[in-house]
């Protein structure tokens, strides 16, 4: 039985990695994690995007008028797309090669910069402090869709993407995004204790296996 959204492992190192990890894309068809807008809206608080204050703002605004509710899950999903996009044409593969299509990044990022674009003519200057800061969320039904489109920007914009690495399906693994932030740039797995130790576990086995028939 699959997980639950809440019960996803953290493993990207930042909320758009995580939510680039909600669609199981190994499998046919590839399983959703963000079923609906409820799963959606848990996912958020969990992550951070969503605080607990405004989880209940978000959700008044849906109950309201569920077609936002669907539309900003229709927002996360597409915005989830475009950004692994994005992102997989960053990954250098074994062979010096791109994991990605860059003429699909291309495209991706036309539409990311829309999304954005869009959750941007929302947001309001907010003075915290000694600095101002734009603060994105300020219509509730829109609030979780907008967070998410920072988030993307965030990433795109900010983070080291020559550290962005993807589980190794090739090898075994499940094929999900994380920032290495190992100090030599290492890490290959998305988590040591699962897909690590499983593939390390099958390869152990397969040795075994094979050299029973030298052994006999």
Avoid at 199 to 212: D, G, N
């Amino acid at each position: 039985m699959p997980l639950d959204v809440c019960q996803l492992p953290l493993v990207g190192g930042h909320p758009a990695l995580d939510l680039a990890n909600t669609l199981e894309r190994g499998g046919e068809p590839p399983h959703d994690f963000l079923t609906d807008s409820s799963a959606l809206l848990r996912w958020s608080v969990r992550v951070g995007v969503v605080s607990d204050a405004e989880v209940d703002q978000v959700g008044w605004a849906w109950r309201d008028e569920p077609a936002a509710a669907h539309a900003g899950l229709a927002a996360v999903r597409d915005i989830r797309e475009g950004l692994h996009l994005v992102l997989l044409a960053t990954i250098t593969d074994t062979d010096g090669g791109t994991a990605g299509d860059p003429i699909a990044a291309g495209a991706a990022l036309v539409a990311l910069h829309q999304r954005w674009s869009g959750a941007a003519a929302r947001a309001r200057f907010v003075l915290d402090s000694s600095r101002v800061r734009l603060a994105y969320g300020t219509v509730p039904a829109m609030l979780v869709p907008d967070r998410i489109a920072e988030a993307a920007l965030d990433i795109m914009l900010t983070a080291d993407l020559t550290r962005v690495r993807r589980c190794p399906v090739l090898e075994g693994g499940c094929g999900w995004l994380f920032l290495d932030q190992s100090r030599n740039g290492s890490r290959r797995w998305c988590r040591m204790a699962d897909c690590g130790n499983a593939v390390k576990a099958r390869r152990l086995t397969e040795r075994r296996r094979a050299a029973r028939p030298a052994s006999s």
